[in-house]
């Protein structure tokens, strides 16, 4: 359970491995998907490593394989999405997938051209076809233009004739079909209709000859029908042949593009490792998970018995100071988390990992601005479908599917989420429920014990419960939620506003609270609680868990609405040690506490700010006191850095001018770092209020829906109310759906990542856990 909240232990193991079991050695590490390869080679450029031909013989076999696929998806041939094959590639397949791809191309290529001409002599006879005493065709969209000219050039003194062509369907063998006219120019004199035929071939007009006699062009026509039939049975023939081979090649597509893709990545990670003199021993190198060693291990055994090897491989567990890369496990469930926080950047090795926390904070914080229960129920269901048919629609390969299906179990839990959201707000669908009764009664506001009669609900709009009569508030919350009576309450949005605002500082301080918190752990393995998370903590309660105090004892101590002081004026006031004003004090000894948590917020500054350069500054002149180190080793630390230590052990003069710019920049970084905490502090808090805004725009833009849409057809008492309620509910449906839940649900997302957390904001470099 370590390694599910932070990064896993890793190692650095050395392989040995005969050459001829190096593609299945690699093939095995690469379907166990826990291994990275260290380049043994970071001085040799690309171009000059030893497999650089193969990987290059793999790239065009990719182009060809992309090829193929396009000619297939023209001719809509569907491609098998599963294969059973799972043949280990070799590296005798190179030249046989090379040999036949270069054969299969070349023969699709010349298929294609046939094909082309064969087309195009056919369209020439179907226009000669079409012709009958005309003596051209040009595009459709064209002659407008070409018949403006003609009458520009010679005035009028010509006629034209034209029609547009409507070949049969069965004639129509072009892919993209494209509208032609037929015309006819009668002129007199050679002059003008060489000028004519110059027009034409600006305009790439065809020109076909027209026979002067009736017999010579009914002679024309029996010769273009004979020809247009004997091309039409070519061109069938071509796209049956066409249509066969492409199909044969759909069938292999699929693996064919698997193991090239395989080839290429066993090439280009054979790059990555060394052969030795006599060619026949590759070392690698790897990091991979130490839980893991077995794995690994048992994976190259079975590639070298599948290549039949004679020799079992090597592993060798090397130390090393290096810093191994960071692996954070996953499953199909914590992927699309993993991905989010990944998306921002990854942590430094053996860092806690967000994830975790990340998949109850981030459906979270997108219920509290998307919370209807209404809603997240059809988030909810959506979420099931998409996961019970995930492989159904993993074969659509559409990106946006695709990405739906990644965050199934994202989509699963906002939905759940805003179910429960929903039911606190007591909101769905802008209704409310009255599952336990309201607190409040009407019945009490009413003589004698109370102010109202029955004039009053004639003659007011408006009235007001009075919950100092006795009855009208029952003195016990409601149970679970929000009273159901605010849903009728005039004054609902001022309640909501105010208790929403309030509740999004609360969860915003928590939530970088616990961020600050989780950041602990990073701390003790560095030995710097004392210099950054002591203070950072301290700064934070001082002022705004103080401020979240303010608005608990507010909400739980009895007064009056008129003496109650503004939480924002209190907090300005603390800040400027202003208590002249009436009306800011909350409690009694709140003056002393407010300056002293000032004091202490204040003093945290310098804290922050310099104990850690002077810390660093001490031990530094330590080092230079008692003398330099017997290795760099010894003097490596955290504290000092490699050149530095490197400097120190061979005698490098230069090494005191090393230890004051590195100061410097000690103290410019802690400094930028001290700035921006407290600064962060306020700018992140004002941050979440975004809880609150987009809360109150989703209730709002539900509440307009209901009133303006569904409820119109509802009051509407005829004989066709029933139609026009059908017809309207599908319209609140659609807008449902579009507006509030894909817009409005991919707001709520986006604001729910902007205040989420970063792999990096757990280290000590940055104290917020979650940031804004």
């Known amino acids: 359970m370590d390694s599910?909240?932070?990064?896993?232990?890793?190692?650095?193991?050395?392989?040995?491995?005969?050459?001829?079991?190096?593609?299945?050695?690699?093939?095995?590490?690469?379907?166990?998907?826990?291994?990275?390869?260290?380049?043994?080679?970071?001085?040799?450029?690309?171009?000059?490593?030893?497999?650089?031909?193969?990987?290059?013989?793999?790239?065009?076999?990719?182009?060809?394989?992309?090829?193929?696929?396009?000619?297939?998806?023209?001719?809509?041939?569907?491609?098998?999405?599963?294969?059973?094959?799972?043949?280990?590639?070799?590296?005798?397949?190179?030249?046989?997938?090379?040999?036949?791809?270069?054969?299969?191309?070349?023969?699709?290529?010349?298929?294609?051209s046939n094909r082309d001409t064969l087309r195009q002599n056919f369209t020439q006879l179907m226009e000669i076809n079409h012709l009958l005493f005309v003596a051209g065709v040009i595009k459709h969209e064209r002659f407008p233009a070409f018949e403006k000219i003609l009458w520009r050039l010679f005035h009028g003194n010509f006629v034209l004739r034209h029609a547009e062509i409507k070949p049969h369907e069965e004639e129509n063998m072009a892919e993209d079909p494209v509208k032609k006219d037929v015309f006819v120019v009668f002129v007199q004199g050679d002059q003008i209709r060489g000028k004519i035929r110059k027009l034409c071939d600006g305009f790439h007009a065809s020109m076909y000859p027209c026979p002067n006699n009736a017999y010579a062009r009914k002679e024309m026509r029996t010769n273009a029908n004979t020809r247009i039939e004997d091309l039409r049975l070519v061109l069938k023939r071509t796209e049956e042949f066409r249509e066969t081979t492409l199909t044969a090649a759909a069938a292999n597509l699929q693996e064919w593009t698997s193991k090239v893709k395989k080839m290429k990545a066993i090439y280009y990670t054979l790059n990555l490792?060394?052969?030795?003199?006599?060619?026949?021993?590759?070392?690698?190198?790897?990091?991979?998970?130490?839980?893991?060693?077995?794995?690994?291990?048992?994976?190259?055994?079975?590639?070298?018995?599948?290549?039949?090897?004679?020799?079992?491989?090597?592993?060798?567990?090397?130390?090393?100071?290096?810093?191994?890369?960071?692996?954070?496990?996953?499953?199909?469930?914590?992927?699309?988390?993993?991905?989010?926080?990944?998306?921002y950047g990854v942590g430094n090795y053996q860092e806690i990992n967000p994830a975790p926390y990340t998949m109850v904070t981030f459906p979270f914080l997108f219920a509290v601005m998307f919370g209807d229960c209404g809603h997240g129920l059809v988030m909810t269901l959506l979420a099931l479908w998409l996961i019970l048919h995930q492989e159904h629609f993993r074969k659509l390969k559409n990106e946006l599917i695709d990405m739906l299906v990644d965050g199934r179990y994202i989509i699963f839990l906002m939905g759940l989420f805003s179910i429960y959201t929903g039911l606190i707000y007591n909101d769905c669908f802008s209704k409310s429920f009255n599952v336990f009764g309201s607190s409040w009664s009407v019945r009490p506001m009413f003589h004698p014990h109370g102010p109202w009669t029955n004039d009053t609900l004639h003659d007011s709009g408006h009235l007001h419960l009075d919950p100092l009569v006795s009855g009208v508030y029952s003195g016990n919350p409601y149970p679970f939620g929000v009273d159901p009576i605010w849903n009728i309450a005039s004054n609902k949005l001022s309640f909501l506003n105010s208790y929403k605002m309030k509740m999004s500082v609360i969860m915003g301080v928590a939530h970088m609270l616990f961020g600050v918190t989780l950041s602990l752990v990073n701390y003790i393995n560095l030995k710097d609680v004392a210099l950054q998370f002591i203070p950072e903590?301290?700064?934070?309660?001082?002022?705004?868990?103080?401020?979240?105090?303010?608005?608990?004892?507010?909400?739980?101590?009895?007064?009056?609405?008129?003496?109650?002081?503004?939480?924002?004026?209190?907090?300005?006031?603390?800040?400027?040690?202003?208590?002249?004003?009436?009306?800011?004090?909350?409690?009694?000894?709140?003056?002393?506490?407010?300056?002293?948590?000032?004091?202490?917020?204040?003093?945290?500054?310098?804290?922050?700010?310099?104990?850690?350069?002077?810390?660093?500054?001490?031990?530094?002149?330590?080092?230079?006191?008692?003398?330099?180190?017997?290795?760099?080793?010894?003097?490596?630390?955290?504290?000092?850095?490699?050149?530095?230590?490197?400097?120190?052990?061979?005698?490098?003069?230069?090494?005191?001018?090393?230890?004051?710019?590195?100061?410097?920049?000690?103290?410019?970084?802690?400094?930028?770092?001290?700035?921006?905490?407290?600064?962060?502090?306020?700018?992140?808090?004002?941050?979440?209020?975004?809880?609150?805004?987009?809360?109150?725009?989703?209730?709002?833009?539900?509440?307009?829906?209901?009133?303006?849409?569904?409820?119109?057809?509802?009051?509407?008492?005829?004989?066709?109310?029933?139609?026009?309620?059908?017809?309207?509910?599908?319209?609140f449906a659609v807008l449902t759906v579009t507006i509030l839940l894909v817009m409005e649900g991919l707001s709520a997302f986006l604001h729910a990542l902007r205040l989420h957390c970063t792999p990096s904001t757990y280290t000590p470099d940055v104290a917020f856990g979650f940031c804004s």
Not at 9 to 29: P, R
Not at 582 to 610: C, D, H, N, S
Request: proline share 4%.
């Open 4 to 112: 599910f909240f932070r990064s896993e232990e890793m190692c650095l193991v050395q392989l040995f491995f005969q050459t001829e079991s190096a593609h299945n050695c690699i093939n095995e590490l690469g379907h166990l998907g826990l291994v990275q390869f260290k380049d043994l080679n970071p001085g040799t450029v690309a171009f000059q490593r030893r497999f650089v031909k193969e990987v290059k013989k793999c790239e065009e076999m990719e182009r060809i394989l992309r090829f193929l696929e396009n000619e297939v998806v023209k001719s809509n041939i569907p491609i098998p999405a599963d294969f059973t094959s799972e043949t280990i590639p070799v590296p005798r397949d190179v030249l046989d997938l090379e040999s036949r791809f270069d054969k299969l191309e070349q023969e699709l290529k010349e298929i294609n």
């Open 273 to 343: 490792c060394n052969i030795d003199i006599t060619q026949k021993l590759i070392v690698a190198e790897i990091w991979c998970p130490v839980s893991d060693l077995n794995s690994v291990h048992t994976a190259l055994i079975h590639g070298s018995e599948q290549s039949g090897s004679s020799l079992s491989p090597v592993v060798n567990r090397i130390q090393t100071q290096q810093t191994p890369p960071t692996f954070n496990r996953v499953n199909s469930f914590t992927t699309g988390f993993q991905s989010i926080i990944d998306a």
């Open 537 to 731: 903590v301290i700064f934070m309660l001082s002022l705004f868990g103080y401020l979240i105090f303010l608005i608990l004892y507010k909400w739980c101590v009895v007064m009056k609405s008129e003496s109650a002081p503004s939480i924002l004026l209190l907090f300005i006031n603390m800040m400027l040690f202003d208590y002249s004003s009436e009306g800011t004090v909350l409690y009694r000894t709140q003056k002393p506490v407010q300056i002293f948590l000032v004091v202490v917020a204040v003093l945290m500054v310098p804290w922050l700010l310099f104990a850690k350069p002077l810390l660093l500054y001490r031990k530094h002149k330590q080092l230079n006191t008692f003398g330099l180190p017997s290795s760099p080793a010894h003097c490596f630390s955290r504290f000092l850095s490699l050149q530095f230590c490197l400097s120190l052990f061979f005698g490098v003069k230069k090494a005191f001018f090393s230890l004051q710019v590195s100061m410097a920049d000690i103290f410019v970084y802690q400094g930028i770092h001290t700035i921006e905490y407290c600064l962060g502090c306020i700018s992140n808090t004002a941050s979440y209020l975004r809880l609150w805004a987009l809360s109150l725009a989703h209730a709002e833009l539900s509440e307009v829906l209901w009133k303006m849409v569904l409820q119109v057809a509802l009051r509407v008492t005829s004989g066709m109310g029933s139609v026009l309620l059908a017809v309207t509910f599908a319209a």
